[in-house]
């Protein structure tokens, strides 16, 4: 089959978990046979990141507006390159490419398939032109597509939202460990001056929708419980690390919070292992990719019940917990209480994700979908 999967940027920084998706299922797809084209704009994409797909043809549009990732590109030009497709993978939603490629799909008679993964809310800023979106095409788009897929069963109801009664699958994020193998020996705690003290990681954009702030709220009302315990924040800054920074001073715990921005690789995977504990508070995700990330190096976990991922504690990997302060706060002491328990978490956690969630499995699952799609189409 020949797939193309859009995405509006291929930028690892701040593309978020769309793009990880986005390169895990290119990747899953091309070692299985299939010819695979990532179709993106040229917002964060580098030569290294290019190289990291080979076989995996990437056509990268200019960016006129990286805000709204608005491509330079004809009809026309875009026409010729869908036209080439057997099917077409678009992700997310907030973008006019999206749009303007199931317009043509639609022309031509070639099927497309939307993974929202959990952005079809009207949530942050923007509202109103999000509103817009949906009203000049972003509803259409989404009614019209041969299947949605959805990371997780909560994303169901905001199909139903849109007006969108057809078909739909559960496909989840998936995970492949070889890239969470450290090729080089990074001391993590001593890259950052933590010496041998015991942190908390948060890993993620410094944004309101990952609920940074909840969490360093949450660590302030229970520090003095938490003995020496630290709390790194791994992320790059979408407009709250200053204010997260004026908060630990002002609580006096400056000197156990520490912002280290975005990491990557190797130095990513080295967090993890270094980590006692990895916390997600968001109040929205669809399926944290992170807690893949967290159980591929057996690391337990305390996440919120927005992040589509209650099974973690149903097999005794980490706690569940709601998206408020006092909760999160009550689960760090409960959780870090009990240190001994961390590393028997943290290995439930591995087992269940390399059991359920390795890209080899979840790459088959997007191939039979693709393969129904077409015979019905």
């Known amino acids: 089959m020949k797939i193309i999967n859009v995405n509006m940027s291929f930028d690892p920084v701040s593309g978020g978990g769309t793009v990880e998706r ?41 960016c006129m507006n990286k805000r709204f990732y608005v491509p330079r590109v004809t009809f026309s030009k875009l026409k010729q390159i869908v036209n080439n497709a057997d099917v077409i993978h678009i992700m997310g939603h907030w973008t006019l490419l999206n749009i303007m490629v199931a317009r043509i799909a639609n022309h031509l008679n070639i099927p497309y398939v939307v993974c929202p993964a959990g952005a079809l809310p009207i949530y942050g800023r923007s509202k109103i032109l999000k509103s817009i979106y949906n009203f000049l095409g972003g ?156 159980g591929v190096t057996t690391t337990p976990v305390l996440i919120t019940n927005k992040c589509g991922f209650d099974s973690v504690s149903d097999v005794d990997g980490g706690l569940v917990v709601d998206d408020t302060i006092g909760a999160i706060a009550e689960g760090l002491t409960v959780i870090l209480d009990s240190p001994e328990k961390l590393d028997s978490m943290g290995k439930k956690l591995h087992n269940y994700i390399v059991d359920n969630y390795l890209w080899d499995k979840i790459g088959d699952q997007h191939i039979q979908l693709y393969e129904e799609v077409l015979l019905q189409n």
């Open 22 to 62: 986005t390169f895990q299922l290119s990747r899953s797809l091309t070692s299985k046979g299939h010819e695979c084209t990532i179709l993106t704009t040229d917002v964060g994409l580098t030569h290294e990141r290019k190289k990291s797909l080979p076989g995996v043809k990437i056509i990268a549009l200019p």
């Open 139 to 294: 509803r259409k788009l989404i009614c019209e597509a041969k299947r949605l897929i959805a990371i997780s069963p909560d994303e169901f109801h905001h199909f139903v939202s849109y007006g969108y009664f057809g078909d739909s699958v559960i496909i989840p994020n998936g995970i492949e460990p070889d890239d969470y193998q450290v090729e080089h020996d990074i001391d993590f705690k001593s890259k950052y001056d933590l010496s041998d003290k015991p942190f908390v990681l948060f890993l993620g954009r410094l944004n309101h929708i990952k609920g940074p702030d909840l969490l360093l709220e949450a660590f302030i009302n229970c520090c003095t419980q938490l003995y020496d315990y630290h709390i790194v924040f791994a992320g790059p800054d979408e407009g709250l690390r200053k204010e997260l920074e004026d908060r630990a001073s002002d609580a006096g715990i400056k000197d156990r919070v520490h912002f280290v921005g975005f990491v990557g690789g190797d130095l990513k995977t080295a967090a993890l292992h270094a980590a006692d504990l990895l916390v997600i508070p968001s109040r929205q995700e669809a399926m944290s990719i992170v807690v893949l990330e967290a």
